[in-house]
């Protein structure tokens, strides 16, 4: 069983499973909580099937004692782990300090005890090995102490043990003990510990990051039934620490250790120096063999040279199946993979891994990516690792988007909401890992990616772009919504529909318009909603009962220069107009001699036309619903039509464009609605628009364009140069079809 649940909770939650009658647990881990002892105590007195505790980054309240929290490990106890447990510290005023008794580790005691990890936790100060009455260890770790002598709060015990002939054996230096030499020099904590007394069952020791002495060596080579051996040194560690180790090379290690199969020397001077012991004659004791006498018929398991430049040496694959390191993708995963348990590590090995993932494979970037996103999980406070995954997800989803399974994908862009979202009671993300996630979500494709999830991920997203409108996130979180809108593999925008999206881009926009700012939010949330209302009369209908047209108005008094922000909008309420039951909302005089006036060119050399176009196309809609539509009397219907005609013949049919259409249908529409003005502007968008694109004729032959335009005659009542234009497109289309028929 794995309990990972919010604070509150874990209390309750362990009383209610306290009673093995009723359920029977085996194994539990505990992670980032903060709880009671007395309920931990009883829930592991009760469960008297549990075999195996593990509990990691977590606060013990009620602690007499630091040792007290040591009262856990229970007889029935097979597996024993605490790392970076919080039971008060030493000096304290909650707690009782300069504690004398100590947790006596014996096999009477803990008869099922097998494996014991005490990492970072001070009550490991606290536990001495019973020397005649030696437990039945086989793995051993002491990981995180870095002090050379009994830090303070232990010198009443360290005195305590001094003066008695039960413990003659110890040597122990407390913080107040005059400096020892450096060949007397021993850790008291491996001395507590009397791993001597362990060699006949002892297969695994791990030391990270803790002080080794060279007598402490001496003692380590003893265990002659080591199988496991970590000798390695934290990434943060200072240069002090690191050089600790005694000078020893690798080879010699391996070679006390006739069943050594898995060796950890990261970050120390010994992973530092295989090229020249390879290349040396002997060792650097008297009476030891030489680098390739050891390795010639063995070959290590794992081998951690993290942090070290023995990673690319030319022939490390043969003396270890298995190696972690810097050197490559694959030793970065490896490392990932082994320091599951170490942040610093973790940290480390993904910002590697994003800098070298160009080298990597997409099976190694598949792999990558899960192991990430299981470290994230396990520490979700750690921000640099939080940003190191979603650069990571970013930079590989650029290359290797393909070899990424659906569900691996749906598994990403959970993981990336979660850390966007600011309700989120797990991850405490910074606008900085905020702006690269959403970054990163710019990759996958919405909402084929998202699956079941699209509505959860786009309510997400608009709390964002509203929480952040005002900061450069809310400039990502825009164009990651207007990219979204622009998908065109499936029907996103009746999707969204379904959520609060047009809302919620509203809403952002009154901010704006509060505040009088125009920035790029504001432009773009106008050009979402543009592209979120092509062809989807839901969402056009949505602006209007919220408001829009009253908004819409508001912004175009105040930012009456912004020629960007007005191109966008006329664009969106071309879209709307296109749309019948809707166009009744227009007829406002204010808005419409607005719109006339846009169909003026700024000068008679601008070859920006955008404002003019968008502004005639939605004049020429309104226009189609027939006289009994138009409502209003200034303007008239009468200088409307005239002002589009002349409009349309200022342009130049060669101006480039800045709009894209998926269907033509609206336009063509138009073309036999009996207003011959309205006719006009589109024959002419359709001339226009069919110069710069290929595909443009493709779309007109399956909408029946020629059909429609090769009726369009002087004797119908169009103009003589709408008929001059049409030809020009039924020319165009001729071309297309010959062409194809061509190919075929």
Not at 448 to 466: P, W
Request: with cysteine; net charge negative; charged share 20%.
């Amino acid at each position: 069983m794995m309990l990972e649940v919010p604070a509150r909770y874990i209390d309750d939650i362990l009383t209610v499973y306290s009673d093995s009658q009723k359920c029977g647990i085996q194994q539990i881990a505990i992670r980032n909580q903060q709880m009671s002892f007395r309920v931990v105590e009883k829930f592991v007195s009760k469960q008297l099937s549990l075999a195996h505790l593990k509990i990691c980054y977590c606060r013990i309240g009620s602690c007499t004692y630091q040792n007290t929290v040591l009262l856990l490990c229970k007889e029935h106890i097979i597996s024993f782990h605490l790392q970076c447990v919080d039971a008060g510290s030493l000096s304290g005023s909650s707690m009782r300090s300069n504690n004398t008794d100590y947790h006596n580790l014996s096999n009477t005691r803990h008869p099922n005890l097998k494996c014991l990890r005490l990492i970072g936790v001070e009550c490991g100060w606290f536990m001495i090995l019973n020397k005649f009455d030696v437990p039945h260890l086989n793995f051993l770790e002491l990981s995180q102490y870095s002090e050379k002598c009994c830090p303070k709060g232990t010198e009443k015990l360290v005195e305590k043990l001094n003066n008695d002939p039960m413990h003659s054996d110890l040597v122990l230096q407390s913080s107040l003990s005059p400096e020892p030499t450096a060949d007397t020099l021993r850790n008291p904590l491996l001395q507590f510990y009397r791993i001597n007394l362990l060699k006949s069952t002892l297969k695994s020791l791990v030391l990270h990051n803790t002080w080794i002495g060279k007598k402490d060596l001496e003692v380590i080579y003893e265990l002659e039934n080591l199988e496991l051996l970590d000798l390695s040194m934290s990434i943060q560690a200072t240069n002090e620490l690191v050089m600790v180790r005694p000078s020893i090379k690798l080879h010699e290690i391996v070679d006390r250790f006739p069943k050594l199969r898995s060796l950890d020397v990261s970050s120390t001077a010994i992973g530092n120096t295989i090229h020249e012991d390879s290349v040396s004659s002997r060792g650097s004791n008297p009476g030891s063999r030489d680098f390739w006498d050891v390795f010639l018929n063995r070959k290590l398991d794992f081998l951690g040279l993290l942090d070290c430049s023995g990673g690319d040496f030319y022939a490390i694959y043969h003396i270890a199946q298995e190696v972690s390191g810097s050197y490559s993708v694959l030793q970065l995963l490896t490392a990932i993979e082994r320091c599951m348990d170490r942040i610093p590590e973790l940290i480390y090995a993904s910002k590697r891994l994003y800098q070298q993932h160009y080298e990597s494979t997409p099976e190694h970037n598949v792999r990558a990516i899960k192991l990430m996103m299981e470290a994230v999980t396990r520490y979700p406070t750690s921000e640099t690792l939080l940003a190191n995954l979603c650069v990571n997800i970013y930079g590989m989803m650029r290359s290797d988007y393909c070899h990424f399974n659906a569900f691996q994908k749906r598994e990403m862009i959970r993981l990336l909401v979660e850390i966007i979202n600011t309700d989120d009671q797990i991850f405490r993300a910074s606008t900085r890992v905020i702006r690269i996630a959403l970054l990163s979500l710019e990759h996958f494709k919405f909402p084929t990616d998202c699956g079941q999830d699209f509505e959860f991920v786009i309510d997400k997203l608009m709390k964002i772009l509203q929480h952040y409108s005002e900061d450069e996130i809310g400039k990502v979180a825009i164009h990651e919504c207007n990219m979204i809108v622009c998908n065109t593999e499936q029907d996103v925008k009746v999707m969204l529909s379904r959520t609060n999206f047009v809302q919620s881009i509203m809403a952002v926009i009154r901010k704006k318009l509060r505040l009088k700012i125009c920035d790029e939010v504001m432009t773009l949330s106008w050009g979402t909603l543009w592209n979120v209302s092509d062809e989807t009369p839901q969402n056009s209908s949505t602006f209007i009962q919220n408001g829009g047209i009253e908004l819409m108005m508001n912004c175009f008094e105040v930012f009456s220069t912004n020629d960007v922000l007005r191109k966008s909008a006329v664009g969106f309420v071309g879209n709307i107009a296109e749309v019948q039951s809707l166009r009744p909302h227009f007829m406002k005089e204010s808005l419409l001699q607005l719109f006339l006036q846009w169909t003026e060119p700024k000068n008679e050399n601008s070859v920006d036309i955008e404002l003019a176009y968008h502004a005639c196309g939605t004049l020429s809609h309104l226009l189609s619903d027939g006289e009994a539509a138009w409502t209003i009397s200034h303007p008239s219907r009468d200088v409307v039509r005239a002002k589009i005609y002349e409009a349309v013949n200022s342009w130049n049919i060669e101006a480039p464009r800045q709009v894209n259409y998926r269907s033509f249908v609206p336009i063509l529409s138009l073309v036999h609605r009996g207003v011959e003005e309205a006719s006009h502007w589109a024959v002419w968008a359709l001339c226009n628009l069919i110069k710069f694109d290929g595909d443009y004729r493709r779309i007109l032959e399956r909408e029946g364009a020629y059909e429609i335009l090769s009726t369009v005659t002087v004797e119908c009542g169009f103009f003589v140069k709408t008929v001059e234009l049409a030809q020009k497109v039924i020319e165009m289309l001729g071309v297309g079809q010959s062409s194809n028929y061509a190919e075929g």
